[in-house]
Structure formats: C-alpha cells, structure tokens
C-alpha cells in the first residue's frame, strides 16, 4: 500500500478536517495543518519509491505521475505553512476551508495518476469543486461571489469542452484508456477528428492553466478570493494541468495543426498576459497576468516535446509554482486590509519591516521576469533552446521579447519592495518558521538556477516512464 | 589557435575565487551587526580579492595561444552547458581592472553612504564579482548569466542610493540593457542549435553557417552596443551616472561600460568575422559620430557627473572606432583606452563624488573656485582632467594616439574626424577644471582631501602616469591576442566583400 502512500496522506488530511469540523479533535487546526502539510510532502517522497497499477489499469504510479505528485505535495506543504497566516479568510470557516483544500490537491495528485480519460476527468473535478467553494470564503463583503461564480461558469465551459474532445477521442480510439489509445489510435490521426478531439481536451486544461484564451477568470478570481485561497489556485492545478497537457500532448504527436496551434496559443498568452500586466496597479492582478503570460511560457513546452521541451515544461511547472508561491507568500502577509485586492503600494517599506521577506520577494520576481541567476531562467533557457530545435524560431523570438516587457512591471514590485520607503505601512512581524521558509525558498530559486540537474534529470526520467 | 585551453597551473582556482569569494562573502555582511565592521569587512574582502587575483598578471604568460587559467567543468550536461572559465590577453586586464578598483569603490562610500549601508556593501560586492565573471567566462550561458546578473545589484545601487531622480535613472538603465540583451539570449539559442555547444572555443572551432552572421553580428552588436553605450542609445548613460552614488558611477563607468566593448571583441569579431567587416562602416561612422556628439554635449553641461558622463560616450566612442579599423594599432589603441578610461574616468567620479560630499551640488557654479582651499584636490583634478583630454606623459595619451593612428590606416577621412573630437575633449575638461580650481569663489572654506580620499585617488593617478610613460606591460600582455584577431580578420576579408556586395543588392532591392 505504500505505492498510495502521498494520496493515502492527503485522503487523511481532508477526512481529518471534516472531522474536527464536527469537534471530534482538540488540536488546533492550524498546527494540524502544517503537520499535515509536512506529512504530505515526506508521503511523496516515500512515494517515489513504490510504483504499482490500481484500479483496472485506471490509475497508474510511476515516475511520471510520482514526479508530479512530488511537487503538488511539496507545493501544498508551502500552501499550508502560508495558511497557518490566515489572514482574509474568513475565521469561523478555517476547518472548511482546510477541508476543501486538502481535497483539492488530492484531487489534483488523483488527475496526475490517472491513465483513463473519465477518472482523468473526475480527479479534475473533485480538484475543481473545493475550489469554487472556497473562492468565497473571504471576510466581509468583497468581490468573492462574484469571483467565484465567474470561476464556476469559465470552469463549467472548460469542462464541457473537455468532455466534448474525450467524445472525439473515445469515438475514434474505442476506449478511454490511454494505453489502448496510444495502440489503436496512431493510423487514425490523419483525421481531423482527432486534432479536434485532443485540441478540444487541451482547451478544458487550459483553463486551469489559465493560458490565452481561457483565462479570463484569472484576474478576477485572483484579486477577488482571499489571499490564501489564492495561493492555493494559483500553484497547484497548474502542475497538473502541466502533467496532463504532456500526457496527451504525448499521445497526439503525430498530428501536424497541433503543436502548430499550441505554439500560436503560447505566443498569445505570453503577450497578451504581459500588455495587461503592465498597467496593473494591483499586486493579486498583476500576478494573474504574469500567470497567463507563463502559461504561454509552459505551453512552449508542449511544441517541443521530443526536443527536450518536456522536461523543460516539467522544469519550468515546478519552477513557476515555487516562484507563485513565494510570491504569494508576500501577499498574504501584505494583505487583510482591503476590500479586493492588495495595492503593490503596501509593498512599501517592506525592506524596513521584513528584510527577509523584501529579499525573497525580490528573487522570486526576478526569477519570474526570467533574470539570471534564477530558477526561473534556466526554465526560460531550456523551453527557448527546446522550441528552437523543435523548428519554432519565432516562438523563441517572441519569448525574449516577452522576457523583456515582462521586466518593466515586475521591477516595479521590485522598486515598491525594496526601495521605496514607507513606515506607516506595518507589517505584523513574520513568526520564526515563515523566515525559515522564506530563506529556504529564496536558495532553492537560486540553487534551482544554478544546479538544475537534479530536478532536470528527475524531469527527464519522469517523461521516460510515460513515453514506455 | 585561439581555442587552445590551458589549465589552470596556479595552486587555488584562482578565476573562481575572484569571481565567487565576493559572492559569497556578501552572505557573511548578514551577520554583521555595526555598519563600521561591515565597511572594514568588504574592504578586507576586495582587498584579499585583488591579492588572489594578482598572480594572473605575474603568471600570464604572453607568448601562449588561446586561454590561460582555464577551469573546466561539467555543469549542465543535458543543454551543453559547462562550466568554462579562462583568460587572454583582452580579458585579463579587464579582470585586473575590476579587482583593482573593488577597494577603492568601498573606500570612496566610507562616508557618503550612511543609509543601508550593509545592502549597499552587498550590492558593491555582488557587482564585483559578477564583472570579474562576466570576463572570464567562455560558456555563452555563462556569460549570459553573469551579463545580467549585474542588472539587480546595479539597479539598487542606483534606484536606492542614488539622487532625486534615481528610480527614473535605475529603470531606465535596467530596460535599456535588458532590451539590448533580448537579442543576445535569442542569438545564443540559435547558436546552440546550430553547434549544439555553449563553450565559446568548440563555436569558434565549428563556425556557424554564414547566412546567418549577419543577424547574429547584430544581434550581438545591439546587447553590447547598449552597454558601451554608442549614440543613438547612449540615452541611459548620463541618467544613471549623474543618479547613481559615487561607487555607483565608478563602478559604471570604470568596468561596467567596457563590458560592451569587451562583448565586441571577445564575440562580435571572432565568431562573425566576416559580417564585422562587412558591417564596419556603419560602426566606425557611428563612433566617429558619437565621439564629436558627446564631446559637444558635455562642453554644455554645468552638471559635472553629466559633463563626465558624456566625456564618457566620447571616450568610448575611440574604443569602439579603433576596435573597427581592425589593424593593430587600433586594437591597442582600442584596448588600452578601455584601461585607461577605467583610470581617469573613475578618478574624475571619485572627485566629483568627493566635491559634493563638501557642498551638496554637482553644479559648476557652486563648486567654482574651490581649489583655492583644496591644494591636494587640484592636484588630483588636474591630472585626470590631463589624463582624460589624452595629454601626453598622461595613460589616456598613448590609447588615443594608437586610436587615431589606427583610423588613420584605415581611412584618411575617419582620422581627421577624430582630431575634432579630440580639441573638444581639451575644451569641455579644460573649461571645467578651470571653474572648479580658479573660478570666482563664492563658497565658504571646505576642507582638502583627507588620508582615506588620498588612498581612494593615489593608486589610480600613480598608474595613469605609469601607463603613460610606459604602457608596454599592459600591451606585452594582450599583443599576441590582439595580433590573432586581426590575422583571423583579415583572413575573412575576402568573404566579407562578398557578403558587402549581397548585403548592398539586398538593400537596393
């Protein structure tokens, strides 16, 4: 059993809130919450491990799918130790709120392993409901409701272009598991079905990618939920997002107007994500359009897959939820006192309250806007490399350009953060284990950058196990 | 061949150490409570840096091909990337520069920084180290990395402690770089494609296909262009100068702005040789243009940092036009400019910082007059402000003479362009030493220069004599580069005619 240990972990973490929610348990929830985020995370590395095959064939754990619940995990251990600041979620609801997000992300770790495109589809939506419900768990009367029910309904869209392309699919393949697509699909993919099909699946993940065109509830839902919850949508649907993209962007190699269609996809959302960040004056905003401008980096990726573009998705997915999560770590701490978003005028003075968290911020915003030494660099470095070799020049030309419009907005976080002075701004000084991970996190952007072997090498088995 | 690596024979990794111990020892300013052990710990710091880089000069040894100190290892294998770090002739002086003016940039901010002081140290250290990188790496990624490294660090140095307008000039220097740089990264990639190496020698070995040298010599040429900065995108210069703080502009002008012209020679004119030549002229014109404009600007400044700043587009102006006559004489020229602008240009900056740490102006007007009550600064002032219009017995003499000998080789007309700029050159310096030391006094008494602005100026006025009576140490050491590149030029000569010929039918069409 040890093969289901990370979904096992998670499982107990979502029964264990719903329990205490009916005063079963003493502990405070917001120990329990990090004890379980810490759990979750050495469960996935214990994971790593074990491999095995569970349900029919319906769920598969291997390399690929234990590399990507390693990160999810980890992600969700970050998430839960920025939790344990709840500080615009609404107090009276936190069992709830831990609840739904441990469900989520087991939801998601559940998507990653699937190998059947209707299990696929249900560990999505068993990510997907949590969220929609706690896009509304904020203080006071904001914008929440209105975030959330434009999360539904973008959601519910996506969703069922999602279930149209698997239509596609199981019509011309005759079965949902993708091992028996793979085998009897290959002759049929001169038929445009199957580009509709697959391009149709894709449009349903890029949804939770938030990548032109269906990003349109980033922003709102962004700057509308609570910090924290934001933190949490933000990071972790985009690793799955990733991890399916590759899987069925594997499946469908053959088929020329799909790489070709992504690539024009990726160059729109890097754009058209950059041009709206520019004029952003809130930080929960202007980090949604950075979103969709690296989702557009991501789906790079995707046009280059046997070039190495694979692994570098997988580098620069792992990257960017590190990157958001530091980010957002910041926001949590700046944020609590506004009726939607956080103004990037709060960063002010933040050197002065918190050096340590003034610094992270700073790397992981350079990491971001794609400046060396940083993790987030290297990311761009090997897509850029991958989609030049794959043949997609202008991709690369318009990544670089993209790389420098993206500058401008996030040296002006940098200058609010780090040079402007502000003193009556206060920050609630960050308790001990925050710094700690704040420093910790701010290395591995560094040493990510420098030393990515690692993660690059565990990124390159992880696509072996899928192509076998 | 240029491409022979020899390792390195020293006993420690000795470009390694110069290039990370400041890195790393910015880690130890955290926890360092007072603000006076930080300044004495960043000084022992550089200093032990200048120390450890020493014997690159002492053990370099001219006569050998290709790179010295090498240090190679495997770093990313997957991309092709290494860890590859060496030396020649035209980079090692540079490295020398840098480690010899980290010191003095710490000793000039004893005083005027006050605020932040342990980040501003940090910021210091940081950028030292990754200059010294940006010239001793040989992997494209690497010198990628180190290239833009330097835009966070310098942008604080700038944006925090630089003037009024500091976020304005901070900015505008980070975007001006990054979008030159843009071109840079996606000429790297389309190396690599082509290659499938990063390491400059195996490029250099291989070759690239000759369509493409066009857009890669100016892919190349615009990153470096921007930082040396040749007119028309100059623009960022005087804003970050007059802005940034004094160890800030020195650190510009000394190192930061020979990072362009180094980036030229090191890539633009080994790795597409035929498209340098080819493209020339448009270069030569540029820099003839930049030499005669800046000169002029800066004759109408009354701000001294601005006058200095745009001296500085002048002087790097020569640099590049004798880099592009491609005969010896202008390569030198060329190099040793480079030094010897590194010398003047950061004594007048440490002067200017050292007047308005006295009266709070950079004007002219409220400086006139000093030198009456500051006998030593005269002195100081005189002789960089010599040193600068290239007077002879001065460094900057024998650099611009080289210079304009070299354009003079290459075309009668682009020579005599040159003697314009260099009378302008003997105005705008003239006219500013004379205001500040003679000018009609209106100022209460200030005090003369003290031991520790001695210590910051004598090191850089005794090397700007030495270098004028006698420059051969410095170009014993980069001649024998200097002579391959321009046998590796002329060899392309020919194709470069071809490539003319196309490129003017291209455009006529």
């Known amino acids: 059993m040890l093969s289901l240990l990370p979904e096992t972990t998670l499982a107990a973490a979502a029964?264990?809130?719903?329990?205490?929610?009916?005063?079963?348990?003493?502990?405070?929830?917001?120990?329990?919450?990090?004890?379980?985020?810490?759990?979750?995370?050495?469960?996935?590395?214990?994971?790593?491990?074990?491999?095995?095959?569970?349900?029919?064939?319906?769920?598969?754990?291997?390399?690929?799918?234990?590399?990507?619940?390693?990160?999810?995990?980890?992600?969700?251990?970050?998430?839960?130790?920025?939790?344990?600041?709840?500080?615009?979620?609404?107090?009276?609801?936190?069992?709830?709120?831990?609840?739904?997000t441990s469900m989520a992300a087991l939801g998601l770790v559940m998507a990653v392993g699937s190998v059947e495109l209707m299990s696929m589809f249900i560990a999505l939506e068993v990510s997907s409901y949590p969220m929609y419900i706690i896009t509304t768990f904020r203080k006071g009367l904001g914008r929440q409701f209105e975030a959330s029910v434009k999360y539904i309904i973008f959601g519910a869209v996506s969703t069922a272009l999602m279930l149209y392309g698997i239509s596609y699919i199981y019509g011309l393949s005759g079965s949902t598991f993708l091992v028996d697509i793979a085998s009897t699909l290959p002759p049929k993919l001169g038929n445009p079905m199957a580009a509709l099909g697959v391009l149709l699946f894709m449009g349903g993940l890029g949804y939770k990618l938030a990548a032109?065109?269906?990003?349109?509830?980033?922003?709102?839902?962004?700057?509308?939920?609570?910090?924290?919850?934001?933190?949490?949508?933000?990071?972790?649907?985009?690793?799955?997002?990733?991890?399916?993209?590759?899987?069925?962007?594997?499946?469908?190699?053959?088929?020329?107007?799909?790489?070709?269609?992504?690539?024009?996809l990726a160059v729109l959302s890097m754009t058209a994500g950059n041009l709206m960040a520019l004029g952003q004056t809130g930080l929960k905003r202007l980090l949604a359009y950075s979103a969709v401008s690296h989702a557009g980096f991501i789906l790079v990726g995707l046009i280059a897959l046997g070039n190495g573009g694979a692994q570098a998705a997988m580098f620069y997915a792992s990257v960017y939820a590190l990157m958001s999560l530091a980010a957002f770590m910041v926001a949590v701490e700046a944020s609590g006192r506004d009726p939607v978003d956080i103004p990037i005028e709060r960063l002010k003075g933040l050197w002065r309250k918190s050096p340590v968290m003034a610094v992270m911020l700073t790397i992981a915003l350079a990491s971001l806007a794609g400046l060396p030494p940083t993790a987030g660099f290297a990311g761009k470095l090997f897509l850029l490399i991958s989609a030049w070799k794959a043949g997609f020049e202008w991709v690369v030309i318009a990544g670089v350009i993209?790389?420098?419009?993206?500058?401008?907005?996030?040296?002006?976080?940098?200058?609010?953060?780090?040079?402007?002075?502000?003193?009556?701004?206060?920050?609630?000084?960050?308790?001990?284990?925050?710094?700690?991970?704040?420093?910790?996190?701010?290395?591995?952007?560094?040493?990510?950058?420098?030393?990515?072997?690692?993660?690059?090498?565990?990124?390159?088995?992880?696509?072996?196990?899928?192509?076998? | 061949m240029i491409t022979e690596l020899h390792h390195n024979t020293l006993a420690y990794p000795v470009l390694t150490l110069t290039t990370f111990l400041p890195i790393i020892g910015t880690a130890a300013l955290m926890f360092i409570k007072r603000d006076?052990?930080?300044?004495?710990?960043?000084?022992?710091?550089?200093?032990?840096?200048?120390?450890?880089?020493?014997?690159?000069?002492?053990?370099?040894?001219?006569?050998?091909?290709?790179?010295?100190?090498?240090?190679?290892?495997?770093?990313?294998?997957?991309?092709?990337?290494?860890?590859?770090?060496?030396?020649?002739?035209?980079?090692?002086?540079?490295?020398?520069?840098?480690?010899?003016?980290?010191?003095?940039?710490?000793?000039?901010?004893?005083?005027?920084?006050?605020?932040r002081t342990k980040e501003f140290l940090a910021c210091i250290l940081l950028t030292q180290g990754i200059m010294?990188?940006?010239?001793?790496?040989?992997?494209?990624?690497?010198?990628?990395?180190?290239?833009?490294?330097?835009?966070?660090?310098?942008?604080?140095?700038?944006?925090?402690?630089?003037?009024?307008?500091?976020?304005?000039?901070?900015?505008?220097?980070?975007?001006?770089?990054?979008?030159?740089?843009?071109?840079?990264?996606?000429?790297?990639?389309?190396?690599?494609?082509?290659?499938?190496?990063?390491?400059?020698?195996?490029?250099?070995?291989?070759?690239?296909?000759?369509?493409?040298?066009?857009?890669?010599?100016?892919?190349?040429?615009?990153?470096?262009?921007?930082?040396?900065?040749?007119?028309?995108?100059?623009?960022?210069?005087?804003?970050?100068?007059?802005?940034?703080?004094?160890?800030?502009?020195?650190?510009?002008?000394?190192?930061?702005?020979?990072?362009?012209?180094?980036?030229?020679?090191?890539?633009?004119?080994?790795?597409?040789?035929?498209?340098?030549?080819?493209?020339?002229?448009?270069?030569?014109?540029?820099?003839?243009?930049?030499?005669?404009?800046?000169?002029?600007?800066?004759?109408?400044?009354?701000?001294?940092?601005?006058?200095?700043?745009?001296?500085?587009?002048?002087?790097?102006?020569?640099?590049?036009?004798?880099?592009?006559?491609?005969?010896?004489?202008?390569?030198?020229?060329?190099?040793?400019?480079?030094?010897?602008?590194g010398l003047t240009t950061g004594g007048l900056f440490l002067m200017a910082g050292m007047l308005y740490e006295r009266t709070h102006s950079r004007e002219l007007s409220t400086n006139s007059g000093l030198g009456r009550f500051m006998p030593g600064f005269a002195f100081f002032l005189g002789l960089f402000s010599l040193s600068s219009l290239a007077f002879p017995g001065t460094a900057s003499f024998v650099g611009e003479f080289l210079c304009i000998s070299g354009a003079f080789r290459n075309n009668l007309w682009l020579g005599a362009w040159m003697i314009p700029g260099a009378l302008l050159a003997a105005a705008y310096m003239f006219r500013m030493f004379l205001r500040v030391i003679w000018g009609k006094c209106e100022h209460e008494p200030v005090k003369d220069i003290d031991l520790r602005e001695w210590t910051c100026l004598l090191p850089l006025a005794v090397l700007v004599i030495i270098f004028g009576f006698y420059p051969s140490p410095i170009l014993k050491l980069m001649n024998p580069a200097l002579e391959t590149l321009v046998g590796h030029i002329n060899s392309h000569v020919p194709q470069a005619s071809q490539m003319a010929t196309r490129l003017a039918a291209a455009l006529l069409n």
């Open chain 1, 15 to 100: 029964l264990f809130f719903f329990f205490k929610n009916l005063e079963l348990f003493k502990l405070e929830s917001k120990k329990a919450v990090l004890l379980f985020g810490l759990a979750a995370a050495s469960a996935s590395v214990i994971g790593l491990f074990f491999h095995g095959e569970f349900f029919n064939g319906a769920y598969r754990v291997d390399n690929f799918s234990r590399f990507f619940t390693l990160l999810i995990s980890f992600a969700y251990m970050i998430a839960c130790i920025i939790f344990t600041r709840l500080k615009e979620c609404d107090q009276s609801r936190v069992d709830e709120f831990f609840f739904f």
């Open chain 1, 212 to 264: 032109f065109p269906f990003h349109f509830w980033a922003p709102d839902v962004y700057s509308g939920a609570a910090s924290e919850v934001t933190t949490f949508i933000a990071a972790l649907p985009k690793i799955t997002a990733t991890a399916l993209l590759i899987r069925i962007a594997h499946l469908f190699t053959g088929i020329e107007i799909v790489p070709l269609t992504i690539s024009v």
């Open chain 1, 402 to 468: 993209n790389t420098f419009i993206g500058i401008y907005y996030y040296l002006k976080v940098i200058k609010t953060c780090l040079v402007s002075d502000g003193r009556e701004n206060g920050f609630a000084p960050a308790p001990f284990y925050l710094k700690a991970a704040s420093v910790v996190m701010a290395a591995t952007m560094i040493l990510l950058g420098i030393f990515p072997n690692t993660l690059l090498d565990m990124a390159g088995s992880a696509f072996r196990a899928l192509v076998m």
């Open chain 2, 36 to 115: 006076e052990s930080a300044r004495i710990y960043s000084l022992i710091l550089t200093l032990v840096v200048f120390i450890i880089s020493l014997p690159l000069y002492f053990n370099f040894q001219p006569g050998l091909q290709g790179f010295q100190f090498v240090e190679q290892h495997a770093w990313i294998p997957a991309y092709g990337l290494s860890y590859l770090m060496g030396v020649d002739g035209i980079s090692l002086p540079m490295i020398l520069l840098t480690t010899f003016l980290g010191p003095i940039c710490v000793l000039c901010s004893w005083r005027y920084i006050s605020n």
């Open chain 2, 132 to 341: 010294a990188g940006v010239f001793a790496a040989l992997d494209l990624v690497l010198f990628y990395i180190f290239w833009e490294a330097m835009l966070v660090p310098m942008f604080l140095i700038i944006a925090i402690w630089g003037g009024p307008r500091r976020i304005y000039a901070g900015v505008k220097f980070v975007l001006y770089t990054l979008a030159g740089s843009i071109f840079l990264l996606a000429a790297i990639v389309a190396i690599f494609s082509h290659t499938g190496t990063f390491s400059y020698p195996d490029i250099f070995l291989k070759g690239l296909p000759e369509a493409w040298e066009t857009y890669l010599f100016i892919a190349f040429f615009i990153a470096f262009a921007v930082k040396v900065p040749m007119v028309p995108v100059h623009t960022w210069l005087p804003a970050a100068h007059v802005e940034a703080p004094t160890a800030g502009s020195v650190i510009l002008a000394s190192v930061l702005l020979k990072m362009g012209t180094y980036g030229m020679l090191r890539f633009n004119l080994t790795l597409t040789p035929a498209a340098s030549v080819s493209l020339a002229p448009f270069v030569l014109v540029v820099s003839a243009a930049a030499i005669v404009y800046g000169g002029m600007l800066s004759l109408a400044q009354n701000d001294i940092k601005k006058l200095i700043a745009y001296s500085s587009v002048a002087h790097m102006g020569f640099v590049s036009l004798g880099i592009f006559t491609f005969n010896l004489n202008g390569l030198q020229g060329g190099m040793l400019q480079m030094i010897n602008h």
